[in-house]
C-alpha cells in the first residue's frame, strides 16, 4: 500500500476519525454527517467536535431519537446524491434501523438495477471491554455481514481507521464502519497526515510467522500481538492477519498464509456460532481443505446473550491475552 | 487374515535394532527381506543390517505378520530404535502357518491396515496435508514418525521424512522412486559386469576409421540385392574383425594365472542388446566362416537372441567380443571386457566429417570410430595398436 | 361554503329519526349504519346524501330539513348518535364519508379542519385548470382504470402471476400528477401508485414490462410490478416495505433544501392509510416537521389495510388529524373529486416549494378491489358494502361533470375510452413479447463492482 509520503502526526483511534471526517467534509460539500448529539455535544466521544461550528447546523446535523429515521433520511439523501454519514450513537441501538439498512440500504441499487444507488456511510462504535454492560457492548457485524448489497468494516489501528474510512465515504455502496469503542483512545500510531485511502475488501498482514496464522478483527488485534509475542519467546512463529474488512472479505490473504503455515486460529470477539470465524472456517475447509495440517479452530466470545456489567463477568466474556497465547501454543504443537 | 488371534499376545512384538558388536552405536538397515504383511516364522531373517563391524540379518523373534516397516531401507537408526512390528499369532512356534498367498499382497501397494487394536489406537486419522503430502513423495504411513501429539504424524514430519529420504537415495529426479526388483538375469549381469571390472585391469584405445569404401560398398550390395537381406555395417565389420586376428593372435586371448591361454579358434561373442536386459550369443568358429556366412550366422543368431531361442551352449565360449554401439548413435563408448576374454572392439556410428586428404585437400567423408578395451595383463600398446591399424587398412581397403 | 342541494332527504331521515329516538341505537343486523350513495335521482325523489364521521365534525349541509327538524338541530342530534356509536365495538360498520362541499374539500377555518391555522384565503393556491386540464385528468383516470383492469385480467387468464391495482385512487393519483411539477419535483410512492407514476411521466412500456417481468423492465425483473423506478423523471425506485419510503423522502427533501437550487421543488411523498400505522412514519413527518423540509405528505386512505378496517388502523377518524403533532398542516380532501385532490396537493406543493414547509393531506376514498390478485375481499367485507361505495366511482362522475360543462360528449368519453384500450392493448403484447431476463442477470447491480462477498 502506497502512503502519501510527507509529514506523519501521532494519532489516535478517535483523532483519526476526526481527521478523516474533516477531510471528507472540506472536499466535498455533498458531505453531511447527522446522527444523535454529533452537533452540538461533539458526539458522545468527542468525534465531531468542533464540527457545528465550523460547518454549521445544515451539515452537521443533531437528530431526534429515531435510528429508523436517521438511517431512512441518510439513504433518502443518499439517492438524492449526498454523501451521507449516519452515526448510531452505540451499536447496540441500531436494531430499529434494521429495515432500513437491510430491507432498503442493501437493496436499493439491486433493485432499481443501478437506477437509484446509496453511497452512505453509518458510523457505529461496537464491542466490549468497557463496562459497557448489556447495551454499550455489542458485537454486530455478523447480523449484517450476511446480508449482500452492504459492505462492513472494522478496522483496529489508526492508519487503517483513517484509510478505511476515507474510502468508505468515497465508495458508492452502503457500507457499515464499525469502530471498537476499545480502541477509540487506547493507542498512538504515526500515521500520515494527507488524506489517504485503503481500498474496502483486502486484510492486512500485521505480523509475519511460519507455525500458525492467527485470523482477527477489532480490539483483540492489539491482545493477539501481544500473545504473538509472548509465544515467539517460546519459538511459535505467529503469523497475524487483520481482517480488516468483513464485507467484502479477503481470501486470499488468508489462503496464501495458509499456504505457508497450514494451521488456522480465528479470534473474534464475537458469538461462536453463527460469527464471521464459520464464514472463514468453511471456506478455508472448501478451499484450502488440502493445506491444513490440524483443525481450524475459533476462540471466539461465549453463546450468551450479553455481557454482563460485573467487572467478573466482562472478563469471564472477553478473552484474556494468556488464553489467546494458549490456544496458539496448542495449535502449534497439536 | 483368518486366524483367531491370542489375546495374550494381541499386542504386537515391536523389533529393535539390535546392539551388533560391543562398540556399535548405530547400524543401516541394508534391506527387508520380507514385505509388509508378510509371514515370518520364529528366527526366520527378516532383514539385513549393516554396521561397522559386521554385516547380518536379523531372525524374527516371534512367529507372526510383520504388520509394519518402521524403517525406510538405508536409513541409519542408533540400537533400539524400533525397527519392526510382529503381531505375533498363536504360541511361539507351533502356531499353524497360514500360506503366504493369503497374507501376501501380490502387488507392491502400501501394506493393508493392521490387525491389532493397538496399532489401531495408535495411528490418528491424517490431515488432509499430511495426506496430500504422502502422496507427493511417495511415502506410506508406517515409515513417517510422529512428533505430534500423541505421535500424530504432522507435515513437518513427513517432509523431514522425505529429506531424509532424498539424502540417502541420490536419484536424478526428486519425482517418485520405482523400486524395481531384480530379475535373475539382471543379478547375473550385474555380478558378472563387478567381477570383469574387478578383476581386469582395463585399457582403453580407440582409432578413426575412413568407411567410406564400406558405404559405398554396402549401398552397391543394397542396389544389387534384391530379396532384402544385405550383410551389415556390423557384419562387415565383424569379418574385418576376425580376419585381423589371425594376425594378432594376443588379441585372441586369455589371461589365467597359469598363463596365457592362446585358443586355436575365435569364437566371436557379439551383443544383442534385448527389452529387459543384454545377451551376448557366440559364434563358434568363426574364423572358419567367409564373409557371407559370417553374416548369415551373426544374423540368425540375433534373431535367436531376439525370440528367445538361444541355447546355452551358444552363450559360453567366446573369445572375443565385438559390440556394435554405434547403432544406437554413440561415436565413442568404453567397453567393459566380457569376463575370460581379453579384449572387446565396439564399432561407433559412421558419420559424415569433413577430412584433410593426403593432398591437403578438405573432402567430406564417412567416418568411423573403432574402440577398443583391452586386458593389459596380456596385451600391450604395441599389439593393440598393431591390431586397430591393420583393421583401419581392412576397412580401409575394402573391395567394393 | 355552497351547498348544492341536488337531492332529498326522506327516507333516511325518516329512519334517523327512529333511530334517535330510540336512543339506543346499536342494531347488528340490519346494519345500523347510516350510508348512502349520493346524488342518486331515483323516481320517488327521495334519494338523499348523509354523511357520518366519527369525530361528527363533518355533517351537515347536505341534509335537506324534514318534518321540522332543522338541519343544525339534527346535526347535533347526530352528533351524539355517532358518539354512541362509536362506543359500541364491533358488527358497527361505519364508514368515513368525506364531507360534501362545493369540491368536496374542507377549507381553511372551516369546521373540521385540523391543524395549524394558516392564513386564509392560502396564498399557495394552484393555479386554474384550463379545459384541456380537464380533459387529461379525466384521460389519466380512464388510462389508470384501464391499466389496472387489463392487469388483473391477465392475471385472471394466468399470463401473469401478480398485479395490484388502484381502483378507486385514480381521481387522487390524477389530480396529485397534475399538480407534480414534471422536472424539478420528486414523487416517492407506494405500490399502488400506477396512475400517479404514469401521470408524472412513466412510460406505458415500462409499467407493462414490469408486469411481464422482463429483461428490458426498468428494474430489470427484478421488481413485484407497480414498484417502479425513474430516475430521469423524479420518480424514487419503489420499495414493498410499508412506510420504508417515508424516510427517505425526508431525506430527499432534506437534499433539496440543502441544495437550494435554482427552481424550487418539493418532493411528494404518497401512501396509504395502513402505513400512517408504522412508527417509521411518525419518525419521518417529526424529522419533517422539525426542519420544515419542502414534503407533501399524501395519504391515500381508502378505509382498507388489506383486511384491517380503519377503525381497526387507528383510534381516531382521520389521518390527517395526527398532522398537529408533527407541526405541519392536515388536510382532508374528498378523494373521489378530482379537482379537489388537485387543489389541495398542488397548494401543498406550492407551500412546500416556497419555504412553507410539510403538509399532510388526507385524501379519503375507498378501494374497490381486492389489495392484489392475490386477496380476496369477499373474506372480509360485504359486496353491498363495496356496490354502495362503487356509486361513488370518481369517473363516472367526473364524465358527467365534463359532459355537463360541455367539455366532452359520452361519445368523445367513448372515442378516449377506445383509443386508451387500443393503445394499452398494443403497448401490453409488445410487452409480453419482449425477453425475459437471464441468468447471468442475477448478479448484476449488487454492487457497483462485483457481487462477491470474497475478494
Redesign the interface.
Given at each position: 500500500m502506497d502512503l502519501a509520503i510527507g509529514e506523519t502526526m501521532l494519532c489516535n483511534n478517535v483523532e483519526a476519525i476526526r481527521m478523516t471526517l474533516h477531510d471528507a467534509l472540506v472536499a466535498d460539500e455533498r458531505v453531511?454527517i447527522l446522527g444523535e448529539d454529533v452537533g452540538a455535544r461533539g458526539n458522545v466521544f468527542l468525534i465531531t467536535k468542533g464540527f457545528l461550528e465550523e460547518f454549521g447546523s445544515?451539515?452537521i446535523i443533531d437528530?431526534?431519537l429515531?435510528e429508523?429515521?436517521i438511517?431512512?433520511?441518510?439513504?433518502?439523501?443518499?439517492?438524492?446524491?449526498?454523501r451521507?454519514i449516519a452515526e448510531i450513537q452505540f451499536a447496540d441501538f441500531i436494531y430499529?434501523a434494521f429495515?432500513?439498512i437491510v430491507?432498503?440500504a442493501a437493496?436499493?441499487?439491486?433493485?432499481?438495477?443501478?437506477?437509484?444507488?446509496c453511497p452512505l456511510v453509518i458510523r457505529a462504535p461496537y464491542g466490549g471491554g468497557v463496562r459497557g454492560a448489556l447495551s454499550h457492548s455489542v458485537s454486530i457485524e455478523a447480523l449484517f455481514?450476511h446480508v449482500?448489497?452492504l459492505?462492513i468494516v472494522a478496522p483496529a489501528f489508526p492508519q487503517d481507521v483513517r484509510g478505511l474510512l476515507a474510502a468508505a465515504i468515497k465508495?458508492?455502496?452502503p457500507v457499515l464502519f464499525l469502530e471498537h469503542k476499545k480502541t477509540y483512545r487506547l493507542a498512538r500510531m504515526e500515521i500520515p497526515r494527507a488524506p489517504f485511502e485503503i481500498p474496502l475488501?483486502?486484510a492486512d498482514v500485521k505480523r509475519t510467522g511460519e507455525h500458525l496464522t492467527v485470523v482477527a478483527y477489532g480490539f483483540y488485534l492489539y491482545q493477539v500481538l501481544e500473545a504473538a509475542q509472548r509465544v515467539a519467546e517460546e519459538g511459535i512463529s505467529v503469523e497475524v492477519v487483520d481482517l480488516r474488512s468483513i464485507?467484502?472479505?479477503?481470501?486470499?490473504t488468508i489462503l496464501a498464509s495458509l499456504q505457508k503455515t497450514h494451521r488456522l486460529l480465528i479470534i473474534h470477539e464475537d458469538h461462536r456460532f453463527g460469527g464471521v470465524g464459520a464464514e472463514i472456517a468453511a471456506?478455508v475447509a472448501e478451499e484450502a481443505f488440502y493445506m491444513l495440517d490440524a483443525p481450524i479452530r475459533r476462540l471466539c466470545g461465549p453463546d450468551v446473550p450479553a455481557i454482563g456489567y460485573a467487572s467478573a463477568l466482562e472478563d469471564a466474556y472477553l478473552i484474556s491475552v494468556d488464553r489467546m497465547a494458549e490456544a496458539m501454543r496448542e495449535l502449534a504443537r497439536c | 487374515m483368518s486366524e483367531p488371534k491370542d489375546p495374550a499376545t494381541s499386542l504386537p512384538t515391536i523389533v529393535t535394532m539390535p546392539q551388533l558388536g560391543e562398540t556399535v552405536t548405530e547400524g543401516i538397515l541394508v534391506r527387508w527381506l520380507k514385505q509388509a504383511g508378510e509371514y515370518v516364522d520364529k528366527y526366520e531373517s527378516f532383514a539385513e543390517v549393516a554396521t561397522d563391524k559386521v554385516n547380518a540379518e536379523i531372525p524374527a523373534p516371534v512367529a507372526g505378520h510383520l504388520t509394519t516397516l518402521l524403517v525406510t531401507e538405508g536409513a541409519l537408526v542408533p540400537t533400539g530404535t524400533p525397527i519392526a512390528e510382529i503381531a505375533a499369532i498363536g504360541t511361539n512356534g507351533v502356531a499353524p502357518r497360514v500360506r503366504k498367498d493369503e497374507t501376501t499382497p501380490t502387488t507392491t501397494t502400501p501394506p493393508s491396515p493392521p490387525t491389532s487394536v493397538a496399532a489401531e489406537t495408535q495411528r490418528h486419522a491424517l490431515s488432509p496435508a499430511v495426506r496430500r503430502a504422502l502422496q507427493e513423495y511417495g511415502l506410506r504411513e508406517d515409515e513417517v514418525g510422529g512428533s505430534g501429539s500423541e505421535g500424530r504424524i504432522t507435515l513437518a514430519d513427513v517432509e523431514r521424512t522425505a529429506a531424509a529420504r532424498r539424502e540417502n537415495v541420490p536419484t536424478e529426479s526428486t519425482e517418485e522412486h520405482r523400486l524395481i526388483p531384480l530379475t535373475r538375469a539382471r543379478r547375473a549381469i550385474a555380478e558378472h559386469m563387478v567381477q570383469a571390472k574387478r578383476t581386469i585391469p582395463h585399457a582403453w584405445t580407440m582409432i578413426e576409421v575412413d568407411a567410406s569404401r564400406l558405404v559405398m560398398r554396402r549401398q552397391r550390395q543394397r542396389a544389387q540385392q534384391s530379396n532384402g537381406t544385405v550383410p551389415t555395417y556390423f557384419h562387415a565389420f565383424c569379418y574385418a574383425l576376425v580376419s585381423t586376428l589371425a594376425e594378432y593372435p594376443m588379441m585372441n586371448a586369455r589371461f589365467t594365472d597359469e598363463g596365457i591361454e592362446v585358443p586355436p579358434h575365435v569364437h566371436l561373442a557379439f551383443a544383442v542388446a534385448l527389452p529387459e536386459n543384454l545377451v551376448v550369443p557366440v559364434i563358434h568358429h568363426a574364423d572358419r566362416l567367409d564373409e557371407n556366412a559370417l553374416a548369415r550366422a551373426l544374423a540368425a543368431a540375433t534373431e535367436r537372441a531376439r525370440t528367445g531361442h538361444l541355447t546355452a551352449a551358444e552363450l559360453i565360449g567366446g573369445t572375443i567380443t565385438a559390440n556394435n554401439t554405434g547403432a544406437n548413435g554413440s561415436i565413442l563408448s568404453a567397453p567393459i571386457i566380457h569376463a575370460g576374454q581379453a579384449a572387446i572392439v565396439t564399432m561407433e556410428s559412421i558419420v559424415k566429417r569433413p577430412i584433410v586428404t593426403a593432398d591437403d585437400a578438405i573432402a567430406i567423408r564417412s567416418m568411423m570410430h573403432i574402440c577398443c578395451s583391452i586386458d593389459h595383463r596380456l596385451i600391450d600398446g604395441a599389439i593393440v595398436g598393431g591390431f586397430l591399424s591393420s583393421l583401419k587398412r581392412r576397412i580401409e581397403h575394402l573391395e567394393i | 361554503m355552497q351547498i348544492r342541494p341536488t337531492c332529498t332527504a326522506a327516507y333516511i331521515h325518516y329512519r334517523l329519526r327512529s333511530l334517535l329516538a330510540a336512543k339506543n341505537i346499536y342494531t347488528p343486523s340490519p346494519p345500523a349504519r347510516i350510508n348512502a350513495s349520493s346524488r342518486d335521482r331515483s323516481a320517488s325523489g327521495l334519494s338523499f346524501s348523509v354523511f357520518f364521521a366519527f369525530q361528527n365534525s363533518s355533517l351537515f349541509g347536505a341534509l335537506v330539513p324534514i318534518k321540522g327538524l332543522s338541519v343544525t338541530g339534527l346535526a347535533t342530534e347526530t352528533e351524539a348518535v355517532s358518539h354512541e356509536l362509536r362506543q359500541e365495538q364491533g358488527g358497527v360498520r361505519t364508514f368515513h364519508q368525506p364531507p360534501l362541499s362545493a369540491r368536496g374539500r374542507l377549507r381553511y377555518g372551516e369546521r373540521g379542519y385540523t391543524g395549524m391555522n394558516t392564513l386564509s384565503p392560502s396564498p399557495f393556491l394552484p393555479y386554474s385548470l384550463s379545459d384541456d386540464d380537464l380533459r387529461e385528468l379525466l384521460r389519466r383516470m380512464l388510462l389508470h382504470r384501464q391499466i389496472d383492469t387489463r392487469g388483473f385480467q391477465l392475471n385472471r387468464q394466468g399470463r401473469i402471476p401478480f398485479a395490484l391495482g388502484g381502483e378507486g385512487h385514480e381521481a387522487i393519483q390524477a389530480g396529485a400528477s397534475l399538480a407534480f411539477r414534471r422536472g424539478s419535483d420528486?414523487l416517492?410512492p407506494y405500490y399502488r401508485d400506477i396512475g400517479l407514476a404514469l401521470g408524472i411521466g412513466f412510460p406505458m412500456i415500462d409499467a407493462f414490462t414490469a408486469l411481464f417481468a422482463k429483461r428490458t423492465d426498468?428494474?430489470?425483473g427484478?421488481?413485484f410490478p407497480s414498484?417502479f423506478?425513474?430516475?430521469e423523471i423524479g420518480l424514487?425506485?419503489v420499495?414493498s416495505?410499508i412506510t420504508?419510503h417515508?424516510?427517505?423522502?425526508?431525506?430527499?427533501?432534506?437534499?433539496?433544501?440543502?441544495r437550494r437550487q435554482q427552481d424550487p421543488a418539493a418532493v411528494l411523498c404518497s401512501f396509504g392509510d395502513g402505513a400512517t400505522s408504522q412508527?417509521?412514519w411518525h419518525?419521518?413527518l417529526?424529522?419533517a416537521g422539525?426542519h420544515r423540509l419542502p414534503i407533501v405528505f399524501l395519504c391515500q386512505n381508502n378505509g382498507w389495510a388489506i383486511s384491517v378496517p380503519l377503525e381497526r388502523q387507528m383510534p381516531i377518524a382521520n389521518v390527517a388529524d395526527r398532522a398537529a403533532g408533527y407541526g405541519m398542516p392536515g388536510v382532508i380532501v374528498d378523494g373521489f373529486d378530482v379537482v379537489a385532490v388537485y387543489e389541495a396537493v398542488g397548494e401543498a406543493l406550492n407551500r412546500a416549494r416556497n419555504g412553507g414547509g410539510p403538509t399532510l393531506i388526507e385524501a379519503k376514498c375507498y378501494r374497490f378491489l381486492s389489495h392484489t390478485t392475490d386477496d380476496d375481499d369477499r373474506t372480509y367485507r360485504s359486496r353491498a358494502e363495496v356496490e354502495a361505495q362503487r356509486l361513488r366511482d370518481p369517473i363516472p362522475r367526473f364524465e358527467r361533470e365534463l359532459i355537463a360543462r360541455r367539455l366532452l360528449t359520452a361519445e368523445h368519453i367513448d372515442a378516449m375510452k377506445a383509443a386508451l384500450w387500443e393503445e394499452i392493448d398494443a403497448t401490453l403484447e409488445e410487452a409480453a413479447g419482449m425477453p425475459p431476463p437471464e441468468a447471468a442477470d442475477l448478479v448484476?447491480?449488487?454492487?457497483?463492482g462485483s457481487?462477491?462477498?470474497?475478494?
Amino acid at each position: 500500500m502506497d502512503l502519501a509520503i510527507g509529514e506523519t502526526m501521532l494519532c489516535n483511534n478517535v483523532e483519526a476519525i476526526r481527521m478523516t471526517l474533516h477531510d471528507a467534509l472540506v472536499a466535498d460539500e455533498r458531505v453531511v454527517i447527522l446522527g444523535e448529539d454529533v452537533g452540538a455535544r461533539g458526539n458522545v466521544f468527542l468525534i465531531t467536535k468542533g464540527f457545528l461550528e465550523e460547518f454549521g447546523s445544515s451539515r452537521i446535523i443533531d437528530t431526534p431519537l429515531a435510528e429508523a429515521a436517521i438511517i431512512g433520511t441518510a439513504i433518502g439523501m443518499a439517492m438524492a446524491g449526498m454523501r451521507p454519514i449516519a452515526e448510531i450513537q452505540f451499536a447496540d441501538f441500531i436494531y430499529p434501523a434494521f429495515n432500513q439498512i437491510v430491507g432498503e440500504a442493501a437493496k436499493t441499487r439491486y433493485r432499481s438495477d443501478g437506477d437509484y444507488t446509496c453511497p452512505l456511510v453509518i458510523r457505529a462504535p461496537y464491542g466490549g471491554g468497557v463496562r459497557g454492560a448489556l447495551s454499550h457492548s455489542v458485537s454486530i457485524e455478523a447480523l449484517f455481514y450476511h446480508v449482500p448489497g452492504l459492505k462492513i468494516v472494522a478496522p483496529a489501528f489508526p492508519q487503517d481507521v483513517r484509510g478505511l474510512l476515507a474510502a468508505a465515504i468515497k465508495d458508492p455502496d452502503p457500507v457499515l464502519f464499525l469502530e471498537h469503542k476499545k480502541t477509540y483512545r487506547l493507542a498512538r500510531m504515526e500515521i500520515p497526515r494527507a488524506p489517504f485511502e485503503i481500498p474496502l475488501g483486502r486484510a492486512d498482514v500485521k505480523r509475519t510467522g511460519e507455525h500458525l496464522t492467527v485470523v482477527a478483527y477489532g480490539f483483540y488485534l492489539y491482545q493477539v500481538l501481544e500473545a504473538a509475542q509472548r509465544v515467539a519467546e517460546e519459538g511459535i512463529s505467529v503469523e497475524v492477519v487483520d481482517l480488516r474488512s468483513i464485507r467484502p472479505m479477503d481470501r486470499t490473504t488468508i489462503l496464501a498464509s495458509l499456504q505457508k503455515t497450514h494451521r488456522l486460529l480465528i479470534i473474534h470477539e464475537d458469538h461462536r456460532f453463527g460469527g464471521v470465524g464459520a464464514e472463514i472456517a468453511a471456506m478455508v475447509a472448501e478451499e484450502a481443505f488440502y493445506m491444513l495440517d490440524a483443525p481450524i479452530r475459533r476462540l471466539c466470545g461465549p453463546d450468551v446473550p450479553a455481557i454482563g456489567y460485573a467487572s467478573a463477568l466482562e472478563d469471564a466474556y472477553l478473552i484474556s491475552v494468556d488464553r489467546m497465547a494458549e490456544a496458539m501454543r496448542e495449535l502449534a504443537r497439536c | 487374515m483368518s486366524e483367531p488371534k491370542d489375546p495374550a499376545t494381541s499386542l504386537p512384538t515391536i523389533v529393535t535394532m539390535p546392539q551388533l558388536g560391543e562398540t556399535v552405536t548405530e547400524g543401516i538397515l541394508v534391506r527387508w527381506l520380507k514385505q509388509a504383511g508378510e509371514y515370518v516364522d520364529k528366527y526366520e531373517s527378516f532383514a539385513e543390517v549393516a554396521t561397522d563391524k559386521v554385516n547380518a540379518e536379523i531372525p524374527a523373534p516371534v512367529a507372526g505378520h510383520l504388520t509394519t516397516l518402521l524403517v525406510t531401507e538405508g536409513a541409519l537408526v542408533p540400537t533400539g530404535t524400533p525397527i519392526a512390528e510382529i503381531a505375533a499369532i498363536g504360541t511361539n512356534g507351533v502356531a499353524p502357518r497360514v500360506r503366504k498367498d493369503e497374507t501376501t499382497p501380490t502387488t507392491t501397494t502400501p501394506p493393508s491396515p493392521p490387525t491389532s487394536v493397538a496399532a489401531e489406537t495408535q495411528r490418528h486419522a491424517l490431515s488432509p496435508a499430511v495426506r496430500r503430502a504422502l502422496q507427493e513423495y511417495g511415502l506410506r504411513e508406517d515409515e513417517v514418525g510422529g512428533s505430534g501429539s500423541e505421535g500424530r504424524i504432522t507435515l513437518a514430519d513427513v517432509e523431514r521424512t522425505a529429506a531424509a529420504r532424498r539424502e540417502n537415495v541420490p536419484t536424478e529426479s526428486t519425482e517418485e522412486h520405482r523400486l524395481i526388483p531384480l530379475t535373475r538375469a539382471r543379478r547375473a549381469i550385474a555380478e558378472h559386469m563387478v567381477q570383469a571390472k574387478r578383476t581386469i585391469p582395463h585399457a582403453w584405445t580407440m582409432i578413426e576409421v575412413d568407411a567410406s569404401r564400406l558405404v559405398m560398398r554396402r549401398q552397391r550390395q543394397r542396389a544389387q540385392q534384391s530379396n532384402g537381406t544385405v550383410p551389415t555395417y556390423f557384419h562387415a565389420f565383424c569379418y574385418a574383425l576376425v580376419s585381423t586376428l589371425a594376425e594378432y593372435p594376443m588379441m585372441n586371448a586369455r589371461f589365467t594365472d597359469e598363463g596365457i591361454e592362446v585358443p586355436p579358434h575365435v569364437h566371436l561373442a557379439f551383443a544383442v542388446a534385448l527389452p529387459e536386459n543384454l545377451v551376448v550369443p557366440v559364434i563358434h568358429h568363426a574364423d572358419r566362416l567367409d564373409e557371407n556366412a559370417l553374416a548369415r550366422a551373426l544374423a540368425a543368431a540375433t534373431e535367436r537372441a531376439r525370440t528367445g531361442h538361444l541355447t546355452a551352449a551358444e552363450l559360453i565360449g567366446g573369445t572375443i567380443t565385438a559390440n556394435n554401439t554405434g547403432a544406437n548413435g554413440s561415436i565413442l563408448s568404453a567397453p567393459i571386457i566380457h569376463a575370460g576374454q581379453a579384449a572387446i572392439v565396439t564399432m561407433e556410428s559412421i558419420v559424415k566429417r569433413p577430412i584433410v586428404t593426403a593432398d591437403d585437400a578438405i573432402a567430406i567423408r564417412s567416418m568411423m570410430h573403432i574402440c577398443c578395451s583391452i586386458d593389459h595383463r596380456l596385451i600391450d600398446g604395441a599389439i593393440v595398436g598393431g591390431f586397430l591399424s591393420s583393421l583401419k587398412r581392412r576397412i580401409e581397403h575394402l573391395e567394393i | 361554503m355552497q351547498i348544492r342541494p341536488t337531492c332529498t332527504a326522506a327516507y333516511i331521515h325518516y329512519r334517523l329519526r327512529s333511530l334517535l329516538a330510540a336512543k339506543n341505537i346499536y342494531t347488528p343486523s340490519p346494519p345500523a349504519r347510516i350510508n348512502a350513495s349520493s346524488r342518486d335521482r331515483s323516481a320517488s325523489g327521495l334519494s338523499f346524501s348523509v354523511f357520518f364521521a366519527f369525530q361528527n365534525s363533518s355533517l351537515f349541509g347536505a341534509l335537506v330539513p324534514i318534518k321540522g327538524l332543522s338541519v343544525t338541530g339534527l346535526a347535533t342530534e347526530t352528533e351524539a348518535v355517532s358518539h354512541e356509536l362509536r362506543q359500541e365495538q364491533g358488527g358497527v360498520r361505519t364508514f368515513h364519508q368525506p364531507p360534501l362541499s362545493a369540491r368536496g374539500r374542507l377549507r381553511y377555518g372551516e369546521r373540521g379542519y385540523t391543524g395549524m391555522n394558516t392564513l386564509s384565503p392560502s396564498p399557495f393556491l394552484p393555479y386554474s385548470l384550463s379545459d384541456d386540464d380537464l380533459r387529461e385528468l379525466l384521460r389519466r383516470m380512464l388510462l389508470h382504470r384501464q391499466i389496472d383492469t387489463r392487469g388483473f385480467q391477465l392475471n385472471r387468464q394466468g399470463r401473469i402471476p401478480f398485479a395490484l391495482g388502484g381502483e378507486g385512487h385514480e381521481a387522487i393519483q390524477a389530480g396529485a400528477s397534475l399538480a407534480f411539477r414534471r422536472g424539478s419535483d420528486i414523487l416517492v410512492p407506494y405500490y399502488r401508485d400506477i396512475g400517479l407514476a404514469l401521470g408524472i411521466g412513466f412510460p406505458m412500456i415500462d409499467a407493462f414490462t414490469a408486469l411481464f417481468a422482463k429483461r428490458t423492465d426498468r428494474c430489470g425483473g427484478r421488481q413485484f410490478p407497480s414498484h417502479f423506478s425513474h430516475r430521469e423523471i423524479g420518480l424514487v425506485s419503489v420499495s414493498s416495505i410499508i412506510t420504508g419510503h417515508c424516510s427517505h423522502a425526508v431525506g430527499i427533501a432534506f437534499a433539496m433544501a440543502h441544495r437550494r437550487q435554482q427552481d424550487p421543488a418539493a418532493v411528494l411523498c404518497s401512501f396509504g392509510d395502513g402505513a400512517t400505522s408504522q412508527g417509521e412514519w411518525h419518525e419521518s413527518l417529526n424529522f419533517a416537521g422539525i426542519h420544515r423540509l419542502p414534503i407533501v405528505f399524501l395519504c391515500q386512505n381508502n378505509g382498507w389495510a388489506i383486511s384491517v378496517p380503519l377503525e381497526r388502523q387507528m383510534p381516531i377518524a382521520n389521518v390527517a388529524d395526527r398532522a398537529a403533532g408533527y407541526g405541519m398542516p392536515g388536510v382532508i380532501v374528498d378523494g373521489f373529486d378530482v379537482v379537489a385532490v388537485y387543489e389541495a396537493v398542488g397548494e401543498a406543493l406550492n407551500r412546500a416549494r416556497n419555504g412553507g414547509g410539510p403538509t399532510l393531506i388526507e385524501a379519503k376514498c375507498y378501494r374497490f378491489l381486492s389489495h392484489t390478485t392475490d386477496d380476496d375481499d369477499r373474506t372480509y367485507r360485504s359486496r353491498a358494502e363495496v356496490e354502495a361505495q362503487r356509486l361513488r366511482d370518481p369517473i363516472p362522475r367526473f364524465e358527467r361533470e365534463l359532459i355537463a360543462r360541455r367539455l366532452l360528449t359520452a361519445e368523445h368519453i367513448d372515442a378516449m375510452k377506445a383509443a386508451l384500450w387500443e393503445e394499452i392493448d398494443a403497448t401490453l403484447e409488445e410487452a409480453a413479447g419482449m425477453p425475459p431476463p437471464e441468468a447471468a442477470d442475477l448478479v448484476r447491480n449488487v454492487y457497483e463492482g462485483s457481487h462477491e462477498p470474497w475478494i
